[in-house]
């Protein structure tokens, strides 16, 4: 869980430096669902936690675990978060 981390990270960059510090580490079954999100945000962006469930072959309760467990509330959330990480990307390549 994070820790010292009040709020959730606001940025997919902040989330990989949050991970690459060891500020947030994951249990087993969550660490694969983090894997798959950060190799594929784009897919995520426009998946249900059903869809992202699938493929990373756990529970959709496990993905909304992974999402409480780095700070957010709901996945809709989450998945605004990793939205506008697509949009400030794709618009940074203009």
Same mark, same amino acid.
């Given at each position: 869980m994070l820790q010292d981390q009040p709020s @959730? @990270? %606001?940025t997919l960059h902040e989330l990989k430096c949050l991970i690459a510090r060891r500020q947030l580490m994951f249990p087993i079954g969550l660490e694969d669902v983090a $894997? *798959?999100?950060l *190799?594929?945000?784009e897919m995520? +962006?426009?998946e !249900? +936690? +059903?869809a992202v469930a699938r493929r990373c $072959?756990? %529970?959709p309760t496990t993905?909304? $675990?992974f999402v409480r467990h780095i700070g957010f509330q709901t996945f809709s959330e989450f998945r605004a978060m990793i939205r506008e990480h697509l949009r400030r990307t794709a +618009? !940074?390549?203009c």
């Open positions: @959730p @990270p %606001s $894997r *798959e999100i *190799e594929k945000p995520t +962006a426009f !249900s +936690a +059903a $072959r756990v %529970s993905v909304h $675990r +618009a !940074s390549h």
